[in-house]
């Protein structure tokens, strides 16, 4: 199973191509074998390398004698689902750019409980989250907004947003979001030191919660015209209510937030094979969370 090198051209553009390039299960054993271990296998307890272990679902390390699964510490982890059906859903995920719920999802792998498709389109949030790290640089706009979820419920969110200003050209480049309890100096501080690299151009409202960012760690500019910002918060809330309608509840939006500025930023990827690697590897790293710890608290990627 050739998997390694997807183009634009080469992905499958329906249900049954996905299932048709993920269907062999021990092939998929090989493939994230070479994936989360291309120079041979490490033992995450002991971090011996073996570069003759031979792909499998368990491995015994042959220096301290450890089992690990090809799933240990990864997303994918405990696991009752086959390592097929994993890569179609991570496949299937990433090279759908405007999004897909958990209803999509359950139809697609025919699973039987709502739940399971849920869970794992979270975890692969969180994924998205881990890889996507990468902060804005250059000419970095910020501004915040409200924008209103949660259908009936008309729930509304305070978000602040960031975009990189792609110069001469103009143009967007990577963009991040974090919801705020209340905007304020602390709260800009705070994601601009956590999403912004030191040593940019800040383009600021000119509102008092703005004023006095630490002119050690930017240079900042006072606009009255901040419209790249909100005309991305405002898309988002346009996709989070087309595509979800209503089924996002506050504790839970931060990772919707993620896979709005992870799909944004992977279009400057050279194709959508690129996008799949890029989410596999936060997959690979990323260590897994159960139902229940998901759904009790807000997740931080």
Same mark, same amino acid.
């Given at each position: 199973?050739?998997?390694?090198?997807?183009?634009?051209?080469?992905?499958?553009?329906?249900?049954?191509?996905?299932?048709?390039?993920?269907?062999?299960?021990?092939?998929?054993?090989?493939?994230?074998?070479?994936?989360?271990?291309?120079?041979?296998?490490?033992?995450?307890?002991?971090?011996?390398? /073996?570069?003759?272990?031979?792909?499998?679902?368990?491995?015994?390390?042959?220096?301290?004698?450890?089992?690990?699964?090809?799933?240990?510490?990864?997303?994918?982890?405990?696991?009752?689902?086959?390592?097929?059906?994993?890569?179609?859903?991570?496949?299937?995920?990433?090279?759908?750019?405007?999004?897909?719920?958990?209803?999509?999802?359950?139809?697609?792998?025919?699973?039987?409980?709502?739940?399971?498709?849920?869970?794992?389109?979270?975890?692969?949030?969180?994924?998205?989250?881990?890889?996507?790290?990468?902060?804005?640089?250059?000419?970095?706009?910020?501004?915040?907004?409200?924008?209103?979820?949660?259908?009936?419920?008309?729930?509304?969110?305070?978000?602040?947003?960031?975009?990189?200003?792609?110069?001469?050209?103009?143009?967007?480049?990577?963009?991040?979001?974090?919801?705020?309890?209340?905007?304020?100096?602390?709260?800009?501080?705070?994601?601009?030191?956590?999403?912004?690299?030191?040593?940019?151009?800040?383009?600021?409202?000119?509102?008092?919660?703005?004023?006095?960012?630490?002119?050690?760690?930017?240079?900042?500019?006072?606009?009255?015209?901040?419209?790249?910002?909100?005309?991305?918060?405002?898309?988002?809330?346009?996709?989070? /209510?087309?595509?979800?309608?209503?089924?996002?509840?506050?504790?839970?939006?931060?990772?919707?937030?993620?896979?709005?500025?992870?799909?944004?930023?992977?279009?400057?990827?050279?194709?959508?094979?690129?996008?799949?690697?890029?989410?596999?590897?936060?997959?690979?790293?990323?260590?897994?969370?159960?139902?229940?710890?998901?759904?009790?608290?807000?997740?931080?990627?």
């Amino acid at each position: 199973m050739q998997v390694t090198h997807f183009t634009n051209h080469s992905l499958p553009e329906t249900a049954d191509g996905f299932r048709k390039l993920f269907s062999d299960e021990e092939a998929c054993l090989q493939f994230l074998f070479s994936k989360r271990w291309p120079h041979g296998f490490e033992c995450p307890y002991c971090n011996w390398l /073996n570069k003759d272990q031979l792909p499998a679902k368990t491995m015994n390390c042959s220096h301290c004698g450890h089992p690990t699964s090809i799933t240990t510490n990864t997303i994918m982890h405990g696991t009752k689902k086959s390592l097929s059906q994993w890569l179609i859903c991570i496949l299937w995920f990433s090279s759908n750019e405007g999004g897909r719920s958990a209803k999509d999802l359950q139809r697609l792998l025919k699973l039987s409980s709502y739940q399971t498709a849920w869970t794992w389109l979270q975890k692969l949030r969180m994924a998205m989250a881990q890889t996507d790290n990468r902060p804005c640089q250059g000419t970095v706009e910020i501004s915040s907004d409200t924008i209103s979820f949660g259908g009936e419920s008309k729930a509304k969110a305070s978000i602040l947003a960031a975009a990189e200003i792609i110069m001469p050209a103009g143009i967007t480049g990577r963009i991040k979001m974090q919801t705020i309890d209340a905007l304020n100096r602390e709260s800009v501080e705070n994601f601009s030191t956590d999403h912004i690299l030191p040593g940019s151009s800040l383009i600021l409202p000119d509102l008092e919660a703005y004023q006095k960012i630490d002119s050690k760690s930017f240079i900042t500019i006072t606009s009255q015209s901040t419209f790249r910002t909100r005309d991305i918060l405002k898309s988002f809330e346009i996709w989070l /209510n087309k595509i979800h309608r209503g089924g996002v509840i506050a504790k839970h939006l931060q990772l919707y937030l993620d896979e709005f500025c992870f799909r944004n930023n992977a279009e400057m990827l050279p194709d959508n094979g690129a996008v799949f690697d890029l989410l596999l590897s936060g997959v690979i790293k990323k260590k897994s969370l159960s139902y229940k710890s998901i759904t009790s608290k807000p997740v931080k990627g």
